[in-house]
């Protein structure tokens, strides 16, 4: 059985950072990891990129030949690849042995992982390929000034978690460059009747109901929290690793 990660994540958030890093840890472990660059639109690398989805299409190509706009043609890219999962992908992943520990540097658009169906088509590949898998969902750090970015962020972190099925775990990247990490902290464990409080100062009256049932869902059953990670302080890598293998 082959084991993989899943990383997505809003853009901005990290994610080839978080893969670049975990590369770096993996080799001074002593343990092989493959990085996978599924972001049509990506140019530079700090890892050695085992596969590349721009062999098979790129988000440049796409944008000249058919006048897309960035998002759209990206969408239009993540299609290709999925109409190409029996074809490029497999003869791709037939390279590696069945004990081989693979991770997806994917792209940052959000639909991915709320509402279209690619990566959850890809990732039913990769099971009908014998690989254990699991998701990475990274959130930059400095997202979480507030309240209401802290709902945002965990909803969107629940809308992949019941896109993709799979084994979950949150991380609150680039604590590195948090200037104040209590107001972080403060979301880490968060006490829900602040929460409430907090999130009734920010919205009109009309929306009490409503913010009582956000936190009720993240409080109540528990189905996101979240990992800070610091690339300063390497022992996380350890356990985020290797999740595949046991999940």
């Known amino acids: 059985m082959g084991y993989a990660q899943l990383v997505i994540g809003p853009a901005g958030s990290g994610k080839s950072t978080y893969c670049s890093s975990l590369y770096q840890h993996c080799e001074t472990v002593g343990r092989t990891i493959h990085i996978v660059n599924l972001d049509p639109a990506a140019e530079n690398f700090d890892y050695p990129v085992a596969m590349d989805i721009r062999e098979l299409i790129s988000l440049d190509d796409v944008m000249e030949e058919l006048g897309l706009g960035p998002n759209g043609g ?4 993540m299609e290709h ?24 540097d994917c792209p940052g658009q959000i639909e991915l992982f709320s509402h279209v169906p690619v990566l959850k088509n890809f990732v039913e590949h990769l099971k009908r390929k014998n690989f254990n898998v699991c998701v990475v969902y990274l959130l930059d750090s400095q997202f979480m000034t507030d309240v209401t970015k802290f709902i945002s962020g965990c909803m969107a972190s629940l809308s ?7 084994p979950h775990v949150n991380i609150l990247s680039k604590m590195d460059l948090v200037t104040n990490r209590r107001d972080v902290e403060n979301y880490l464990n968060p006490e829900p009747r602040t929460l409430l409080a907090e999130l009734n100062q920010r919205m009109a009256p009309q929306f009490e109901k409503l913010n009582k049932s956000l936190i009720d869902l993240v409080d109540q059953y528990s189905l996101v929290s979240f990992l800070p990670l610091d690339l300063r302080k390497k022992s996380r890598y350890i356990a985020i690793c290797f999740c595949g293998e046991n999940l």
Request: proline share 0%; with cysteine; glycine share 0%.
């Open 81 to 104: 690849l999925e109409e190409n999962l029996d074809d490029w992908l497999t003869e791709e992943l037939d390279n590696y042995l069945d004990d081989d520990y693979l991770v997806f």
């Open 160 to 166: 992949a978690m019941f896109q993709l099925e799979l």
């Open 74 to 77: 990206l969408i239009y890219c």
